[in-house]
T-cell receptor, first 115, second 115 residues
Framework: DGGITQSPKYLFRKEGQNVTLSCEQN?????MYWYRQDPGQGLRLIYY???????QKGDIAEGYSVSREKKESFPLTVTSAQKNPTAFYLC??????????????FGPGTRLTVL | AQSVAQPEDQVNVAEGNPLTVKCTYS??????LFWYVQYPNRGLQFLLK??????LVKGSYGFEAEFNKSQTSFHLKKPSALVSDSALYFC?????????????FGAGTTVTVRA
């Protein structure tokens, strides 16, 4: 996991609340990603950002929002519009090299539970 | 479009026996292929990747994978499994033609190695 930190490790939310998950990396990576993991479904992409102040929707962006004001930080807000937010959330980052692909490295994850 | 299939939800092997985890992919162009491993309540750890060149790729912890273009497969193998290899394994693909650098993940295969 090293170099990518996610906090908190566990998060409990009441229905109707917005919560923000933190993701920080000290790898000097350009691109950052947020995934949602549900049992038996693999990882699904929520949002991604390839440069500061720019981000794109992934496959399941509804009910989520992000910002990328600093290269090392990519926080994810789970809004009350997300109907089923209970899941394991994973942040990843990748060094951005045009014309090549580099590996995505993952943080340790945040488990969000809606009460 | 790009996708990955991991046809086995679970693989059970005895310690010391060979381990194989299957993965097939679909891309419109040529693929970049990845294997990751996840231990309970942890993030994903990178094992190995195929970019180009030799079809047999060697990775971390004694794992290797063979790229087979005609069968569109990228099976993960380990000659002699350890109890500590018990974990959830994910295969991922990216189409070389795609410029968004997004990965598509399979649903995962749970490996159990019995002593």
């Amino acid at each position: 996991d090293g170099g990518i930190t996610q906090s908190p490790k566990y998060l409990f939310r009441k229905e109707g609340q917005n919560v923000t998950l933190s993701c920080e990396q000290n790898l000097n990576h350009d691109a950052m990603y947020w995934y949602r993991q549900d049992p038996g479904q693999g990882l699904r992409l929520i949002y991604y950002s390839q440069i500061v102040n720019d981000f794109q929707k992934g496959d399941i962006a509804e009910g989520y929002s992000v910002s990328r004001e600093k290269k090392e930080s990519f926080p994810l807000t789970v809004t009350s519009a997300q109907k089923n937010p209970t899941a394991f959330y994973l942040c990843a980052s990748r060094r951005y090299l045009s014309g090549r692909t580099d590996t995505q490295y993952f943080g340790p994850g945040t488990r969000l539970t809606v009460l | 479009a790009q996708s990955v299939a991991q046809p086995e939800d679970q693989v059970n092997v005895a310690e010391g026996n060979p381990l194989t985890v299957k993965c097939t992919y679909s891309v419109s162009g040529n693929p970049y292929l990845f294997w990751y491993v996840q231990y309970p309540n942890r993030g994903l750890q990178f094992l190995l990747k195929y970019i180009t060149g030799d079809n047999l790729v060697k990775g971390s912890y004694g794992f290797e994978a063979e790229f087979n273009k005609s069968q569109t497969s990228f099976h993960l193998k380990k000659p002699s499994a350890l109890v500590s290899d018990s974990a959830l394994y994910f295969c991922a693909v990216r189409d070389k033609k795609a410029n968004d650098y997004k990965l598509s993940f399979g649903a995962g295969t749970t490996v159990t190695v019995r002593a």
